[in-house]
Nanobody, 128 residues
Framework: QVQLVESGGGLVQAGGSLRLSCAASTRTFSTYAMAWFRQVPGKQREFVAAVSRAGNSTYYADSVKGRFTISRDNAKNTVYLQMNSLKPEDTAVYYC?????????????????????WGQGTQVTVSS
């Protein structure tokens, strides 16, 4: 069982930045690809970004490419999401997710159903 705890959400003005963190309670963190998803009320959870277990492969949704950066620190069992140039449409609850993978190049995927573990989420609100 892996527990994921997100932090770093909050209220920010449009154009501002936030850095989300997700701490994992597992000794085998480096065997998991990690991802961030987001969800607004009444809509499906959508993919934001993912990173491979070694951190050498990343993938982004088109809506955040060039503005968000996903990274990880396997020594700290933590994955990060640096969000710059935030827009009101980025407002959502952000969730981190973990998926066991068997290749360093496997970034995990962009589909909700393939992830094994989820955090409780952290609210990000961007005001205009």
């Amino acid at each position: 069982q892996v527990q994921l705890v997100e932090s770093g959400g909050g209220l920010v003005q449009a154009g501002g930045s936030l850095r989300l963190s997700c701490a994992a309670s597992t000794r085998t963190f480096s065997t998991y690809a990690m991802a961030w998803f987001r969800q607004v009320p009444g809509k499906q959870r959508e993919f934001v970004a993912a990173v491979s277990r070694a951190g050498n492969s990343t993938y982004y949704a088109d809506s955040v490419k060039g503005r968000f950066t996903i990274s990880r620190d396997n020594a700290k069992n933590t994955v990060y999401l640096q969000m710059n140039s935030l827009k009101p449409e980025d407002t959502a609850v952000y969730y981190c997710a973990a998926r066991r993978v068997f290749s360093d190049s496997d970034y995990g995927g962009a589909y909700v159903g393939i992830y094994d573990y989820w955090g409780q989420g952290t609210q990000v609100t961007v005001s205009s």
